[in-house]
């Protein structure tokens, strides 16, 4: 079993930078693939990224491609999530997830994919 810990939101203004990190303890971390969801009220959670603990390339959706960079460090057994030029849209619970193994481009976005879940950290963005 995989521990999930997320942190790094906050309240920052339109154009600002965050980092969020996810500390995950547990298991070994390189055997494990996380990604990282955004949830508004009243919609679904929605996929933003996805890494392997190990590394590699990591799995994004388009809107965020550019602004959003995702990294893991095995070290510190930490996934981060670096966002840049926030937007009000931006605005939303960030959770961490974990899966055992590697994500696919045709599973690292679906929620079920996913068996841990950290307890989300919130970004609020100002315009």
């Known amino acids: 079993e995989v521990q999930l810990q997320a942190s790094g939101g906050g309240l920052v203004q339109a154009g600002g930078a965050l980092r969020l990190s996810c500390a995950a303890s547990?298991?070994?971390?390189?055997?494990?693939?996380f990604g990282w969801f955004r949830q508004v009220l009243g919609r679904e959670r929605e996929a933003i990224s996805s890494i392997a603990g190990s590394g590699g390339t990591p799995f994004y959706i388009d809107s965020v491609k550019g602004r959003f960079t995702t990294s893991s460090d095995s070290a510190k057994r930490t996934v981060y999530l670096q966002i840049g030029d926030l937007k009000p849209e931006d605005t939303g619970v960030y959770y961490c997830?974990?899966?055992?193994?590697?994500?696919?481009?045709?599973?690292?976005?679906?929620?079920?994919?996913?068996?841990?879940w950290g307890q989300g950290t919130l970004v609020t963005v100002s315009s």
């Open positions: 547990g298991r070994t971390f390189g055997d494990y693939s």
């Open positions: 997830a974990a899966t055992k193994g590697f994500t696919a481009q045709w599973n690292w976005n679906l929620v079920s994919h996913y068996d841990y």
